[in-house]
């Protein structure tokens, strides 16, 4: 294919073959931006959504649950897609369909055909995240691996982030459907990049056959579990037949693609790759990387805006300043790996930090504002920052440039399902933590209690000079001690939410012992 722009030729040797590697490290970016913002930009607007279509809450929610699933859906297979129609078409093809399937979303007059088509772009994402991190696996050379997935990084962290953010600014200023227009114009320019940088896998090799009986069993394998995961706490898991269908699905489903993978001699995905010690280490890691980011990401818009008050803008400015650290602590930690810093001691630090912030986190109130946020959620930021980069790096020392598609498809895919279930976890467990701390302070205020009568009183008095009825401001004394102490239950909860998070992400850390090689390491020995 001939560049579209002239005076821009594509070279191929050796000496050039990453000419335009800075280039192309912020097309694949900017794509992957754009598809993880749609998994949490809609989640504003559903209000909206609801009022002009006319659905319910269980309804709607499968306009972010359709997304998601085609995700995980398609992230596992977009090595084998992109070497069997190319990478550049195929990173092009995606971009297109997330672009026209944004403008169906937008003018979507019925809940069945917003779901069709975030079903449809959620397919065509699916394929940006993988693409990307392979393509800048190739195009940049070993000794500036660590700047590749510091610039990739920087988007996968600030994707969730502005999601909330940019579309409650676009719905309170204009309407639901521009969360899914803005996405035009950004494509577009993705589409025209990608096309004139984006080259082709100089290792991949077409498979003789397709595997349609596996991609099958994918579908319903990963769809069922990633429906689960979103569904699982609204229908109370195991209390639900739905649930209990998707759980059956998913272990049939995985179970038996797995073994089909195993035993087939083109698989559409190359679970082989996870023999490999470092990379199975790496994998549970970014499954907990995963989990930590999203759950952060979905558990403190939630505290803010329920119990603080906060409306989405003002939120996503109190998280931005986290997104920025990220960013900047890819940059460092992509440096300190080129002047031979151990990654493991870097993704150390960065696991101390977090919990660090996370134990900061925990020393919120109900009376904490803007600035009590600022340096714990700065601290995350730069924990994260400093694991993301590191660990990309180890987690894919030891695997061969043509089988890289293959393994990155599969190690986003974990992180991805980690960030799932941290939701889902998150979710369930903010709910159980509040009834039993509320069951908790209940004891500690019973009506014959001194100090409970005391309190009573006091706000009883106080409505009585608003209110003539006694009656009335009893019981409106009775339901302001009930919500204050729902309050600091949620508030309780919430604190031990985020500790918690701090604590898993330590628990992994013994899987450093596993991660000895670097990335830069093995593609030079790879090179000679």
Request: neutral net charge.
């Amino acid at each position: 294919m001939k560049p579209w722009l002239p005076g821009l030729a594509r070279t191929t040797s050796k000496e050039s073959q990453y000419a335009s590697r800075y280039i192309i490290a912020l097309t694949v970016t900017l794509a992957s931006v754009l598809e993880l913002l749609d998994t949490s930009i809609v989640n504003v607007a559903i209000p909206h959504m609801m009022g002009t279509l006319g659905a319910t809450l269980d309804e709607i929610a499968w306009v972010s649950t359709g997304y998601v699933v085609a995700n995980v859906i398609v992230l596992p297979i977009s090595g084998w897609l992109s070497v069997q129609f190319g990478r550049r078409n195929y990173f092009a093809f995606s971009i297109i369909v997330f672009i026209i399937s944004s403008v169906a979303c937008g003018n979507a007059t019925s809940l069945g055909g917003l779901v069709f088509w975030r079903i449809v772009q959620g397919l065509g994402g699916g394929g940006l995240l993988s693409t990307a991190q392979s393509t800048l696996s190739e195009v940049f050379p070993p000794q500036e691996m660590g700047s590749a997935f510091a610039i990739f990084g920087l988007g996968i962290m600030v994707g969730p982030m502005l999601g909330p953010t940019v579309g409650g600014y676009l719905t309170e200023n204009y309407s639901w459907p521009w969360i899914f227009y803005i996405n035009v114009p950004l494509g577009a320019l993705a589409l025209l990049l990608s096309l004139q940088f984006v080259p082709d896998s100089r290792h991949g090799k077409k498979a003789e056959s397709v595997d349609y009986i596996g991609l099958l069993l994918l579908a319903i394998g990963v769809g069922a579990l990633q429906t689960l995961l979103e569904r699982g706490e609204r229908l109370e898991w195991l209390e639900s037949n739905e649930v209990i269908t998707y759980i059956v699905a998913s272990i049939l489903g995985l179970s038996a693609f797995i073994i089909r993978q195993l035993e087939i001699e083109h698989p559409i995905v190359d679970v082989r790759v996870v023999k490999d010690k470092q990379f199975a280490a790496g994998m549970i890691f970014g499954f907990i990387l995963g989990a930590a980011l999203y759950s952060t990401v979905f558990v403190f818009p939630v505290y803010v805006q329920t119990l603080m008050g906060f409306n989405a803008w003002q939120t996503g400015m109190a998280i931005l300043p986290s997104a920025i650290a990220s960013g900047i602590m890819m940059m460092m930690s992509s440096k300190l790996l080129q002047r031979g810093v151990k990654p493991t001691r870097i993704i150390f630090t960065g696991v101390v930090i977090f919990l660090f912030s996370m134990w900061q986190h925990q020393h919120f109130t109900t009376l904490s504002g803007a600035d009590d946020f600022f340096w714990p959620l700065v601290l995350r930021g730069i924990g994260l920052g400093l694991i993301f980069v590191p660990l990309s790096s180890v987690a894919m020392a030891n695997i061969p440039l043509h089988e890289t598609p293959n393994a990155t498809g599969i190690y986003n895919l974990c992180r991805q399902l980690g960030g799932s279930v941290g939701i889902a976890v998150s979710a369930t467990l903010l709910s159980s933590l509040q009834n039993a701390n509320r069951s908790s302070l209940l004891v500690h205020t019973a009506l014959n209690d001194p100090a409970t009568q005391e309190r009573l009183q006091a706000l009883q008095q106080h409505f009585a000079s608003l209110s003539p009825s006694e009656g009335v401001a009893k019981a409106r004394a009775l339901a302001t001690l009930s919500n204050q102490i729902s309050k600091q239950a949620a508030m309780l909860s919430y604190e031990q939410l985020f500790f918690g998070f701090g604590l898993v992400m330590l628990l992994v850390l013994p899987l450093l012992t596993v991660m000895k090689k670097t990335r830069a390491g093995n593609i030079s020995s790879d090179a000679h």
